[in-house]
């Protein structure tokens, strides 16, 4: 094996020369998924689909594929997420543009996704108006407007650059029933508006669980969109009054939670008055997301 931290670049390498040592030199690493991750990389660089390398084991590598893939595999020694290096992950089966500054879509959250698409299409034609707080790259909106084209769906953020990225997905998939603005939405400029169904993926990492979080989270997702530097439950703390006020009679709220957290998100929404508060588990079993309903006569006088 070459013992530099690259391909040797001298050498003459095939598809299945590279993937092998890239492989051994990730596991020696202590690298997950290591086969898997330089079959991605690789296929990236040479624009095929991974499956396809398997029909082309013997084909030598040009120095400009293995230099492009190289550069590739610096960065994924420095623990970069796999994500930001292709620029794209899969969610609710799209393909969404991630980068630098918008927190990686996780499989987990697909259940806050078929879960609000199920609320969604019990409205009439499924035409529910839909907030999206907190949206990053857009992708629950994103999924919400591609797989609801009935609803309308407004995603914010605080993040101008995270807009931009929500806005390249919006674009990508062609949506017309999704608007996204750069807005706090503690400010009170939504003062006024009503929706059907609001879902939020809050930061909800604790100050010292995020201090535990592994290198490719810690290191390069944005810490703001992972922990509130607290005890994780501050922004369900600020948002449950304010989503009440945003809500329609009836209105439903979807929120995405961390690990133990859902006995205290869930007694918090009953005490403002949401009912029909319940939990969800993910399919590993793991209480994933709170539901709660407004009150038809909270409001009214």
Do not use: C
């Not at 420095?78 to 918008?102: C, K």
């Not at 990508?172 to 939020?200: C, E, M, T």
């Not at 369900?236 to 859902?262: H, K, M, N, S, T």
């Amino acid at each position: 094996m070459d013992a530099r931290p690259t391909p040797n670049p001298s050498h003459t390498w095939t598809v299945l020369s590279l993937i092998e040592w890239s492989q051994r030199y990730l596991q020696e690493r202590g690298f997950d998924e290591a086969r898997l991750h330089a079959e991605l990389l690789l296929a990236h660089v040479l624009g095929l689909l991974r499956l396809d390398l398997y029909l082309q084991f013997d084909r030598p590598l040009t120095p400009a594929e293995l230099a492009a893939y190289r550069a590739l595999f610096k960065r994924r020694l420095t623990h970069e997420p796999l994500q930001y290096i292709l620029g794209e992950t899969a969610f609710m089966g799209l393909a969404i543009f991630v980068e630098q500054g918008v927190l990686i879509p996780r499989p987990e959250t697909e259940l806050l996704v078929e879960l609000a698409l199920e609320i969604i299409n019990t409205k009439e034609g499924g035409g529910a108006q839909v907030l999206d707080i907190g949206t990053g790259s857009g992708n629950i909106a994103v999924a919400l407007g591609h797989h609801a084209p009935g609803a309308q769906i407004v995603g914010i953020d605080v993040r101008p650059e995270a807009i931009a990225v929500a806005a390249r997905n919006v674009e990508r998939h062609k949506l017309r029933n999704v608007d996204l603005q750069v807005l706090d939405v503690f400010s009170g400029l939504f003062a006024g508006k009503n929706f059907d169904l609001i879902v939020s993926n809050p930061p909800y990492v604790s100050g010292e669980q995020y201090a535990t979080l592994e290198p490719e989270v810690r290191d390069f997702e944005p810490r703001e969109a992972l922990t509130d530097d607290g005890d994780g439950m501050t922004f369900y703390r600020r948002l449950a009054p304010i989503i009440l006020e945003l809500l329609r009679p009836g209105g439903e709220v979807l929120f995405e939670i961390g690990f133990g957290q859902d006995t205290d998100v869930a007694r918090l929404l009953t005490g403002y008055g949401y009912s029909a508060v319940e939990v969800t588990r993910d399919y590993a079993g793991i209480p994933r997301v709170v539901h709660g309903v407004k009150n038809q006569n909270i409001g009214r006088d």
